[in-house]
């Protein structure tokens, strides 16, 4: 059996004009947890379909679980789950009868049914919530009854699409830990995520897709290392001294380095590596800008994808309508 759960070479496909995916190859190991990373819109929903066999491609060749996409569609559905975008649970039902529901309708008795949704509801933190109509669940309570109700069987691969898009940080914590006991559980996770920092905390491999291609792929590690440096990260104990900051950095890191923060007080810049970074932080204190505190450290993945592709990673792509229509 091989150890990769999937196996895609060159995978293509279009709406109308505009090409969604444009020769995506990924090997995903088995047991792992995958992140395909990208904006809204770089081709990422149209990939995980196109596995999920609910799009057929239109050039190129992907093999799940050691079945093919096309010619053993139905082997594939039969050991992978999908949870999109949108919650996939009946709002006027209780969680408790939509899980009871779905496992009823994979051939569950009703005895094994109601044992498998209590199961289910627990392992999700959802029994005082089982009786509740899914309408008045939060955001974060849907989530994972969504999530939930993708594991009524355990799948060998489930992929997770946006899973945590519009939830606040405790339910977003929440999902992660989720994704983390399914990947200790043994199933494989491909994880599709407009969110660096959910990826960093979660992938052992990433791929970056950009206009329906990926455009680098490694570990979390090996993205940053790609940068060729790290960041320092100065905050000032007087911001009215940032502007005096800013051109000091400027002319020791170059123009191009240097970012100002969102907090007043606070820059950031691109630096070769730590001992230049002290340097750095010495001149500024010879200077007399006071510093409160400072920080080197790898660059971040935002950073990783503002070098990759001179844009931030919230920047809308170009076939996001096409791509959210399929």
């Not at 955001?139 to 899973?163: C, H, K, N, Q, Y």
């Not at 070769?272 to 970074?277: E, K, N």
């Not at 920080?295 to 996001?320: C, K, N, S, Y």
Request: glycine residues 10%; proline residues 4%.
């Amino acid at each position: 059996m091989s150890s990769l759960a999937i196996e895609a070479s060159g995978l293509e496909k279009s709406f109308g004009d505009t090409k969604a995916v444009n020769g995506v190859d990924l090997a995903v190991r088995r047991g792992s947890v995958y992140g395909v990373l990208g904006p809204n819109g770089a081709g990422k929903t149209t990939t995980i379909r196109m596995l999920a066999t609910l799009l057929r491609p239109d050039g190129g060749s992907a093999r799940v679980l050691g079945h093919d996409i096309v010619e053993d569609a139905d082997r594939v559905r039969g050991a992978v789950s999908l949870t999109g975008q949108m919650a996939s649970v009946d709002e006027d039902l209780t969680g408790r009868e939509n899980l009871i529901l779905l496992a009823l309708l994979l051939g569950f008795s009703r005895a094994q049914a109601r044992s498998r949704a209590d199961e289910l509801l627990e392992a999700f933190g959802l029994t005082e919530a089982a009786t509740r109509q899914v309408k008045n669940y939060s955001g974060g309570m849907r989530r994972r009854l969504d999530i939930a109700a993708s594991l009524v069987v355990t799948p060998e691969l489930l992929f997770l699409d946006e899973p945590t898009t519009g939830l606040d940080p405790r339910s977003r914590n929440q999902v992660w830990d989720i994704v983390r006991a399914l990947r200790e559980s043994g199933t494989t996770v491909l994880l599709c995520t407009q969110y660096l920092d959910e990826a960093d905390q979660l992938a052992d491999g990433i791929a970056v897709i950009d206009r329906g291609k990926v455009i680098a792929e490694g570990t979390p590690g090996q993205l940053k290392a790609s940068v060729g440096s790290g960041s320092l990260h100065v905050r000032l104990l007087d911001p009215e001294q940032r502007p005096e900051a800013q051109r000091l950095l400027a002319a020791a890191l170059g123009d191009d380095a240097v970012h100002p923060d969102p907090d007043p007080a606070a820059l950031t810049a691109a630096c070769p590596d730590a001992d230049r970074g002290a340097e750095v932080v010495a001149e500024l204190i010879r200077a007399g800008v006071r510093i409160a505190d400072f920080a080197l450290g790898q660059p971040t993945l935002d950073e990783v994808f503002m070098a990759l592709t001179g844009r931030p990673a919230e920047e809308t792509g170009e076939i996001e309508l096409q791509e959210q229509a399929a």
